[in-house]
């Protein structure tokens, strides 16, 4: 049973709509907000621009932003302005992230930094982020207090993203679960609760907040382990297997690897992590596999996704509706993962 009552929500379904498929209408919608705003044939970034959104990709953040503003009577223009700011915001993290981990392919297809080098990376992933808040701001309307408070909420997004990223090049290496989640709700979630908590902010309906804020923490480290699963795998989409350990980065099976060790094997490895200049990797994924680590990820990732599902449980039923396309990629991304874990660990 829900923990409360429709009040201020809308009582339509708000991804139902008469003749067209709503997801495909919401695609179009942000493709076109997307394209409107590149720069012109005139400009250094046209080429740059125009390769990066040769594809847009799921846009599920900026759907997202429109279900939930459709469930709480958000103005459609407001609501397509944020939705815009959050897709541009999430594309300028992976610009960026690219940059920072030197990653020359993303999903099959080249970086901005790989095919156009990194000043002009860095100078397309300032201007995405420009372009977000003033499509945020755009989002702002009559009521500028709580369109204030939703343009705050974005500028913590970036700044927490920033530290996120950070935390990796400290040489300061992740290897308790506590740094790992810190690490995570710093890098990951923002950018799956901000497309949740802007419409919410704008419209003046802030009494779910802490809900939502529970169950997308919990979800987010979810995704978060699911991805790091797929790494070790070597099926992430990246260009090689198991990046983060030949970087260092926090990674939540490296963790649980770490806490099977004991005594002189775990400090051997607490001093590996910490040289990242080390080009010597005594460590792999068949070890993670045959000590347990794999699997026991696969678990604590199914915590996090019951501890979602009971939060989700509390919202008001327009709320659950408009957040299940979000959910449900996440979570069968996740139950990729465990299943991919699974397998592996019995060969």
């Given at each position: 049973?829900l ?19 709503a997801?495909t209408a919401?695609q ?7 394209t ?6 005139n ?6 621009a125009?390769f990066h ?6 846009l599920?953040?900026g759907q997202t ?8 009577d958000l103005?459609?223009?407001r609501?397509?302005?944020?939705a815009?700011?959050?897709?541009l915001?999430?594309n ?5 992230d690219?940059?920072c ?16 080098g990194t000043?002009?990376?860095?100078c397309?992933g300032d201007?995405?982020?420009a372009?977000?808040f ?11 207090a ?6 705050a909420?974005?500028?913590?997004v ?9 935390d990796?090049f400290t040489g300061?290496?992740v290897l308790?679960?506590?740094a790992?989640?810190q ?5 990951t979630?923002?950018?799956i609760?901000?497309p ?13 907040l802490l809900t939502v ?8 480290i979810?995704?978060?382990m699911?991805?790091d699963?797929l790494d070790?795998l070597?099926q992430d989409g ?5 990046g983060d350990?030949h ?5 939540a099976?490296?963790v649980s690897?770490?806490n099977?060790l004991?005594?002189?094997?775990r400090s051997?490895?607490?001093?590996w992590?910490?040289?990242?200049t080390?080009?010597e ?6 070890q993670?596999?045959a ?11 199914q915590?996090?996704?019951?501890t979602?599902?009971?939060h989700c449980?509390d919202?008001?039923l327009a709320l659950?509706?408009a957040l299940a396309?979000?959910l449900g990629?996440?979570?069968?991304t996740t139950?990729v993962?465990?299943?991919r ?6 060969q």
């Amino acid at each position: 049973m829900l923990g409360h009552t429709e009040q201020g929500y809308a009582t339509t379904q708000p991804l139902k709509r008469s003749g067209i498929d709503a997801h495909t209408a919401m695609q179009a919608k942000l493709q076109q907000a997307i394209t409107n705003i590149l720069p012109s044939a005139n400009t250094a970034l046209h080429e740059v621009a125009h390769f990066h959104f040769n594809e847009f990709g799921k846009l599920l953040r900026g759907q997202t932003a429109l279900a939930v503003s459709a469930a709480v009577d958000l103005d459609p223009k407001r609501a397509l302005q944020w939705a815009l700011a959050v897709e541009l915001i999430h594309n300028a993290s992976l610009v960026h992230d690219d940059i920072c981990d030197r990653d020359e392919r993303r999903r099959d297809r080249l970086t901005i930094f790989s095919a156009f080098g990194t000043p002009l990376a860095i100078c397309f992933g300032d201007w995405l982020v420009a372009q977000s808040f003033e499509a945020a701001l755009a989002a702002v309307g009559d009521n500028s207090a709580h369109g204030v408070a939703a343009v705050a909420g974005l500028a913590k997004v970036m700044a927490r993203l920033s530290v996120g990223q950070a935390d990796e090049f400290t040489g300061v290496p992740v290897l308790t679960w506590p740094a790992y989640e810190q690490v995570v709700c710093r890098k990951t979630v923002p950018l799956i609760l901000a497309p949740i908590e802007g419409p919410l902010q704008l419209a003046g309906h802030v009494s779910d907040l802490l809900t939502v804020r529970r169950a997308i923490r919990a979800l987010g480290i979810a995704y978060q382990m699911a991805n790091d699963i797929l790494d070790v795998l070597g099926q992430d989409g990246s260009a090689g297997a198991f990046g983060d350990l030949h970087r260092r980065a926090p990674n939540a099976v490296l963790v649980s690897f770490r806490n099977q060790l004991v005594n002189g094997s775990r400090s051997a490895f607490d001093a590996w992590m910490a040289a990242p200049t080390s080009d010597e990797t005594p460590y792999g994924a068949e070890q993670m596999i045959a000590t347990g680590a794999l699997a026991h990820c696969a678990r604590r990732l199914q915590d996090q996704i019951d501890t979602c599902q009971m939060h989700c449980a509390d919202l008001p039923l327009a709320l659950q509706t408009a957040l299940a396309p979000l959910l449900g990629y996440l979570e069968k991304t996740t139950n990729v993962a465990r299943s991919r874990a699974a397998e592996n660990r019995w060969q």
